[in-house]
């Protein structure tokens, strides 16, 4: 796509975050189309938080995509700072035009030029066309991830 561009989300942007999430297979089942308190405190955490970034995609002033980008300090790999990308949103009618692949490329380049020393993320499962996309972007399988809903 052209014209877009990634900027940080301010909170006039949650409803259309909160739509992008919802608007999704497996959001439409975990996520709600409505802003509400726990949307409202978990924006205001991550805009808080000098290392948590809410980043959107915007073509002429309408959220396109989003995703989340927390820088994680560590002391594997000699004590270096990873780049967890999460949420990565593109909206629904845009889907296979290329607006994926600029916002990862983006946050990758900004990972680079803040010296990570790798860029992760989890996908579901069940996401067969993500994992697609993720793997012709030159992310590997490498680890088993798990979770624990509490």
Known sequence: ???????????ADLPAVIALLADDVLGKARDFAEVDDAYERAFAAIDADPRNHLVVADAAGELVGCMQITYIPGLGRHGAERSLIEAVR???????????????????????????????????????????FYRNLGFVASHEGMKLPL
């Open 1 to 11: 796509m052209t014209d877009v561009t990634f900027r940080e989300a301010v909170r």
């Open 90 to 132: 593109v909206r629904s009618d845009l889907r296979g035009r290329g607006l994926g692949r600029e916002m990862m490329t983006w946050a990758i380049d900004r990972a680079r030029e803040r010296g990570c020393a790798l860029v992760q993320l989890t996908t579901d499962k069940t996401r067969t066309d993500a994992h697609r």
